[in-house]
Nanobody, 126 residues
Framework: QVQLVESGGGSVQSGGSLRLSCAAS????????MGWFRQAPGKEREGVAA???????SYADSVKGRFTISRDNAKNTMYLQMNSLEPEDTAMYYC????????????????????WGQGTQVTVSS
């Protein structure tokens, strides 16, 4: 059974940094495309960043240059380093996984990911 558990969320001031983690279990982690998504109140879930088994990445324009996605296959863990945070980054952040697909296919589309974590809240104050 696939399980994804996010951690690392919290409250920071504008300009601050946070590092999110997503611990995965129950499947061959290295073969999955992994993604970070976020959802603010009253808004649709949107893709933030994704990384596939080859290490290819994709980022939303709004986070390019500020966020970095990475994965450690030995630890079955994915990370999202978030720098220069802005109030607009405030949202519930979710990690997701999709087996046997490249990032150029799954991309940042929530509907293309099968497994989801419960989320971790990120709040950025001005």
């Amino acid at each position: 059974q696939v399980q994804l558990v996010e951690s690392g969320g919290g409250s920071v001031q504008s300009g601050g940094s946070l590092r999110l983690s997503c611990a995965a279990s129950g499947y061959t982690y290295s073969s999955y495309c992994m993604g970070w998504f976020r959802q603010a109140p009253g808004k649709e879930r949107e893709g933030v960043a994704a990384i596939d088994s080859d290490g290819s990445t994709s980022y939303a324009d709004s986070v390019k240059g500020r966020f970095t996605i990475s994965r450690d296959n030995a630890k079955n863990t994915m990370y999202l380093q978030m720098n220069s945070l802005e109030p607009e980054d405030t949202a519930m952040y979710y990690c997701a996984a999709q087996p046997w697909v490249a990032v150029y296919i799954a991309g940042l589309h929530p509907g293309r990911y099968m497994f989801w974590g419960q989320g971790t809240q990120v709040t950025v104050s001005s």
